[in-house]
């Protein structure tokens, strides 16, 4: 059976049991937990849900736009079918409009947002994500010192830059990636710094695991484990039912057997691994779900 599932149904249960209900930004209040630790062992299983469907053709050319495009740029995204940031585009006059909470007077107060940008980063996310990625040239020093020095203990990517904070519309929340090398196996740490757990998080795992199996394919290493440290683990008060239904889910039908994935093992160089719509490159098999849930989102 699949061990993310039962991992990612431990977490929700535990967030429903012990967390707390807090305010914050978006004015949907959350029950939270303030931290939570996962490890995935890619030798052993390909983490994707089976309790719910995962669109992982989404949340894959979302991490190649991050880090393979390097690109903030939307429409990146629009152009293969991909919508999960429409709502953070900046408009073509610069400026991004939301209803959020804010603090005043102590207090929480809901008002209309509206945040302005230089035009030129019109239809973009701002500086965040891909932005830094290419700024710093984050996965290509990566790539090439795993070549040239793969014991080296510096591998850190950060996508949190000060300087960037306040130009971009929604700072990183997987924000960090530690990179290793133990014997013939390529191993991640990731820190994500709030984690909407209904939505965010199976995206999330599934990415991450698909990036390690990518870098791994180019430096002639193994994939091997995933550390995942989340801060501030979260479930909108408005996603509970649906939380529900797939614990449910869990507890009455059990769970399927992990998919598995093939890469492309032509490909040599990481910036060439196909990212049309189609994702010739990259295919996840032998998937079985026991159906979507429809989650709302919170800006």
Request: charged fraction near 25%.
């Given at each position: 059976m699949?061990?993310?599932?039962?991992?990612?149904?431990?977490?929700c249960?535990?967030?429903?049991?012990?967390?707390?209900?807090?305010?914050?930004r978006?004015?949907?209040?959350?029950?939270?937990?303030?931290?939570?630790?996962l490890?995935f062992?890619?030798?052993?299983?390909?983490p994707?849900?089976?309790?719910?469907q995962?669109?992982?053709?989404?949340?894959?050319?979302e991490?190649?736009?991050?880090?393979?495009?390097?690109?903030?740029?939307?429409?990146w995204?629009?152009?293969?079918?991909?919508?999960?940031?429409?709502?953070?585009?900046?408009?073509?006059?610069?400026?991004?409009?939301?209803?959020?909470?804010v603090?005043?007077?102590?207090?929480?107060?809901?008002?209309?947002?509206?945040?302005?940008?230089p035009?030129?980063?019109?239809?973009t996310?701002?500086?965040?994500?891909?932005?830094?990625?290419?700024?710093?040239k984050?996965?290509?020093?990566?790539?090439?010192?795993?070549?040239s020095?793969?014991?080296?203990?510096?591998?850190?990517?950060?996508?949190?830059?000060?300087?960037?904070?306040?130009?971009?519309?929604?700072?990183?929340?997987v924000?960090?990636t530690?990179?290793?090398?133990?014997?013939?196996?390529?191993?991640?740490w990731?820190?994500?710094?709030?984690c909407d757990?209904?939505?965010g998080?199976?995206?999330?795992?599934t990415?991450?695991?698909?990036?390690?199996?990518?870098v791994?394919?180019v430096?002639g290493?193994?994939?091997?484990?995933i550390n995942y440290?989340?801060?501030?683990?979260?479930?909108?008060?408005?996603?509970i039912d649906?939380?529900?239904?797939?614990?449910?889910?869990?507890l009455?039908?059990?769970?399927?057997?992990?998919?598995?994935?093939?890469?492309?093992?032509?490909?040599?160089?990481?910036?060439?691994?196909?990212?049309?719509?189609?994702?010739?490159?990259?295919?996840i098999?032998?998937?079985?779900?026991?159906?979507?849930?429809?989650?709302?989102?919170?800006?």
């Amino acid at each position: 059976m699949s061990k993310w599932d039962k991992k990612y149904i431990e977490l929700c249960q535990e967030i429903l049991k012990n967390g707390m209900r807090v305010e914050n930004r978006t004015g949907i209040d959350t029950i939270k937990i303030p931290a939570y630790h996962l490890i995935f062992d890619l030798q052993e299983e390909f983490p994707c849900l089976t309790t719910k469907q995962l669109y992982f053709r989404q949340a894959i050319l979302e991490m190649l736009w991050i880090y393979q495009a390097q690109s903030n740029d939307v429409r990146w995204l629009q152009e293969r079918n991909v919508h999960i940031w429409d709502q953070w585009e900046i408009d073509e006059n610069g400026l991004w409009k939301a209803t959020q909470n804010v603090l005043k007077d102590g207090k929480m107060v809901k008002e209309n947002i509206v945040k302005k940008f230089p035009k030129e980063y019109a239809h973009t996310i701002g500086t965040a994500y891909g932005f830094i990625v290419k700024k710093y040239k984050l996965i290509d020093k990566l790539i090439s010192t795993l070549k040239s020095n793969k014991t080296d203990r510096r591998l850190v990517l950060s996508l949190w830059q000060d300087e960037f904070l306040d130009t971009a519309v929604l700072p990183s929340c997987v924000w960090s990636t530690e990179w290793d090398v133990t014997g013939d196996y390529l191993n991640i740490w990731v820190h994500q710094r709030s984690c909407d757990v209904p939505l965010g998080l199976p995206f999330n795992v599934t990415q991450y695991s698909v990036l390690l199996m990518l870098v791994a394919s180019v430096t002639g290493l193994k994939p091997g484990t995933i550390n995942y440290s989340i801060k501030d683990a979260h479930i909108y008060v408005n996603q509970i039912d649906g939380i529900k239904e797939q614990i449910n889910r869990y507890l009455e039908n059990g769970d399927y057997e992990a998919p598995d994935i093939w890469i492309n093992p032509e490909v040599k160089n990481f910036m060439d691994f196909d990212n049309s719509e189609k994702l010739n490159d990259i295919k996840i098999t032998r998937y079985r779900h026991m159906g979507p849930i429809k989650f709302p989102l919170a800006q």
